[in-house]
């Protein structure tokens, strides 16, 4: 099934008769886009449909975009996004819904996840108890570096209470079989949020917030590519990051 394609349509409110007339196709064409990833409409339609959904067309049928426009190492980069906060809900979904493996969340607060996400907390659990590996590595909210980024930002909803509040989460989840925690400071310049063999990169500019940063949608397909090299780089940090009481911080 093309999950991207189905979630993008729930996040739009459009059901299949819905989007078959927005962009003039029969239903059952729609059902045949939403039966399998293998089944591609033509440049045009992906473009009508990425319109209508208010996503990529990159999003909703990344191997056919890939395979017509890119043929180098760039072919990881399926999406990129001026804003973090410009990439549309249903990608997030998507990829926290569609892990099976493992999830890491480093950003230096992960604060957003709680707020545009509806349930996430339940839905992260859920990934845990099923036997996805699930990651949070954040700042110490007591941390030198810590305090300097609040004065960079000098922003009402400070840097240490975004991470607080991340950790009042995680506490409430409890220590849990496949959740675990760690404190780092050595990301506070880049987020990296991985999905399986996806992953949404966030290289933080001066002293803007994390929405306000551009973003990059990859996919692994190569070995030491871009994915592989930020995985390794999100790895690194993990393996040196410090346990965060109550949560777990298993290796």
């Known amino acids: 099934m093309n999950v991207a394609l189905r979630d993008a349509m729930t ?4 059901t299949r008769s819905s989007l078959a007339r927005k962009v003039g196709v029969a239903g059952k064409t729609v059902d045949r886009w939403l039966a399998s990833e293998a089944r591609v409409p033509r440049a045009e339609a992906r473009a ?8 990529s067309a990159e999003m909703l049928w990344p191997k056919a975009v ?3 426009i890119k043929t180098g190492t760039d072919r990881e980069v399926i999406a990129t996004y001026a804003y973090r906060n410009t990439c549309p809900p249903t990608v997030w979904s998507s990829l926290i819904d569609g892990a099976k493996r493992r999830i890491v969340f480093a950003g230096y607060t992960n604060y957003f996840i709680w707020q545009e996400q509806p349930k996430a907390a339940e839905r992260l659990r859920a990934k845990a108890e099923a036997g996805v590996q699930v990651r949070f590595l954040v700042g110490d909210p007591e941390s030198e570096v810590t305090r300097r980024r609040e004065q960079v930002e000098d922003s009402p909803l400070t840097v ?6 991340t950790l009042a989460q995680l506490q409430q989840m409890g220590p849990l079989p496949g959740l675990e925690a760690r404190f780092s400071d050595d990301h506070i310049a880049l987020s990296a949020f991985v999905f399986d063999d996806e992953m949404l990169v966030t290289p933080h500019i001066a002293n803007l917030l994390g929405h306000e940063s551009p973003m990059l949608h990859l996919r692994r397909l190569q070995a030491d590519g871009l ?3 930020f995985a390794q780089h999100v ?3 993990w393996e040196g990051g410090r346990p965060v009481p109550g949560v777990g911080g298993g290796s």
């Open 11 to 14: 996040g739009a409110g459009m």
């Open 48 to 55: 009508a449909v990425a319109e209508v959904l208010g996503v």
């Open 66 to 68: 890939r395979d017509a």
């Open 160 to 165: 240490g209470t975004r991470i607080r509040m």
């Open 227 to 229: 994915f592989d090299r």
């Open 235 to 237: 790895d690194a940090l």
